[in-house]
């Protein structure tokens, strides 16, 4: 059974080892605390936030890193690894020990900081003068301290998301890596291709195979990600999403003790302990390169310096164990990657992007006075314009639609009928090799385009102010599927 008290103690002896980070960190939060606290109470109506501040708060995460990486530097290092080992405390309570080690060298400072700055910001808060250029008048403005609080605390939970992430990440490579070096640079490979991957693949997948988009679009490709601070600070789903991603590092985190326990002195001085774990970085790593080839079909050198790279990366982790031999098993297992990646991105072709060809806006996203619909659908030819060749266009229209009197529902019906027509889309042959290869897409199928767009209000002088685009399709028709998406278009606009 696990003891706090032996936690507590072995955390103790850590922190007399770590005393020059614990003093670096505390004075670079302190000075980030008092500077954004400061500037941000003095911004006025700009809700930007403060950036120096800022960045002396992300300066504070090298520390971090260095704290991750040092902490658990008795998993790469043989005197460090036999002093611990000698300690009175089983696998799990040293891994916890060094948690909270991490915890009271940055952590607890980062909290109070926050906590400074927070308190600066509702302090400083009120009514600001400023100065404009147009109406040449000075006039006021009032920031009360609640509004900044709530910025504040979105700005915590951004923060303390990206903090999470890389403490997540880091621990888990330390657990599984028994070299000093590796322990330095493969956290920080695999926190960069993490970053990149979702959103990567999310992009490829929806733009190739299910172009569809709504004012209602999934975060799914901001989860446990540094794109998860991309976000809008007076978004409720985005403040979801960092709720979401700081509960995935935590999770990470805490099953990081079920890696720590099976490792012991033996391990320590072997580059890669688990191999499972150095595939999974060269495959998320080499996903991303397969990508960049698909995207620019005539890249070649892309997938040249993939294997090249994947190639030396494996020379340096084997160290003595290298052989000329390997290198064919090593091409080998790029190639097989290679093909595992067409095969889910054939799979994705199947399914429309995994279902997200079928998506439609919710009904609340039809509420207003009126919509603009455009559409187009154009022949995909071989030949080129300069060819002296155009595209036949069946449509290349675009109407406005009062939402009263029943218009809604139509409107509504007619999106259906245009998702339930772009799910034909992965039949058409050769949509595939076009999509992934940039081949020539056979003659007779068209490209379609859809976008509808809610009207919100009008103005007496007749003029109207847009909203946002609920619905924008683009999908690939053949002849008959294409005439019927006229014919569907057609009756939507003469009926208004």
């Not at 997200?356 to 806006?361: D, E, G, L, Q, W």
């Not at 595209?391 to 139509?410: A, P």
């Amino acid at each position: 059974m696990m003891s706090f008290t032996r936690i507590y103690k072995g955390s103790n002896a850590e922190l007399i080892a770590h005393k020059k980070t614990r003093i670096i960190t505390i004075i670079l939060l302190a000075f980030a605390g008092v500077i954004y606290g400061l500037d941000t109470s003095s911004r006025g109506d700009n809700v930007n936030p403060s950036a120096l501040g800022v960045f002396m708060y992300f300066a504070a995460l090298v520390p971090l890193f260095s704290c991750c990486t040092a902490v658990f530097k008795d998993m790469h290092d043989i005197p460090t690894a036999d002093v611990q080992m000698s300690m009175p405390l089983s696998s799990a309570e040293r891994y916890f020990s060094r948690l909270l080690t991490i915890c009271r060298i940055w952590l607890i400072p980062f909290f109070i900081s926050a906590a400074g700055a927070f308190l600066l910001s509702a302090m400083f808060a009120g009514t600001h003068y400023s100065y404009d250029y147009y109406d040449r008048m000075e006039y006021s403005r009032t920031y009360h301290p609640e509004v900044l609080m709530v910025y504040d605390l979105h700005m915590l939970l951004w923060f303390l998301a990206a903090v999470l992430f890389i403490i997540a990440v880091t621990v888990v490579c330390q657990c599984c890596i028994g070299a000093k070096a590796e322990s330095k640079y493969l956290p920080v490979m695999l926190m960069t291709a993490l970053s990149i991957f979702t959103p990567a693949i999310y992009t490829f997948v929806i733009y190739g195979f299910a172009d569809i988009q709504t004012s209602g679009e999934p975060f799914i490709y901001s989860l446990w990600t540094f794109s998860a601070l991309s976000v809008d600070f007076d978004s409720v789903r985005d403040t979801i999403l960092m709720i979401v991603n700081c509960l995935i590092s935590l999770g990470v985190i805490y099953c990081g003790q079920f890696i720590c326990q099976r490792r012991d002195a033996r391990t320590v001085g072997k580059p890669i302990v688990f191999p499972l774990f150095f595939e999974v970085i060269m495959f998320v790593t080499l996903t991303l390169f397969f990508v960049l080839f698909h995207t620019d079909w005539e890249s070649f050198v892309v997938m040249f310096l993939a294997w090249l790279g994947s190639i030396i990366l494996r020379i340096v982790v084997s160290r003595k164990n290298f052989s000329f031999a390997k290198i064919g098993i090593w091409t080998g297992m790029f190639v097989g990657y290679y093909v595992v990646f067409l095969l889910f991105m054939y799979i994705a072709f199947l399914t429309g992007g995994f279902g997200v060809i079928s998506k439609t806006p919710a009904p609340s996203e039809y509420e207003g006075v009126g919509a603009t619909i455009d559409i187009e659908i154009v022949e995909c030819r071989t030949r080129y314009w300069y060819d002296g060749y155009e595209n036949e266009k069946f449509i290349d229209s675009g109407f406005e639609l009062s939402l009263f009197g029943g218009n809604k529902e139509r409107l509504q019906s007619f999106v259906d009928n245009i998702s339930r027509t772009a799910s034909r889309q992965p039949r058409i042959n050769g949509l595939f090799s076009h999509q992934m290869f940039g081949n020539d897409m056979p003659s007779g199928t068209y490209n379609c385009s859809v976008n509808v767009r809610v009207t919100d209000e009008y103005y007496d002088d007749g003029s109207y102010r847009y909203g946002d685009t609920i619905y924008r399709a683009e999908f690939y028709l053949d002849r008959s599927d294409a005439e019927e998406l006229a014919k569907i278009a057609a009756e939507l606009e003469r009926g208004y």
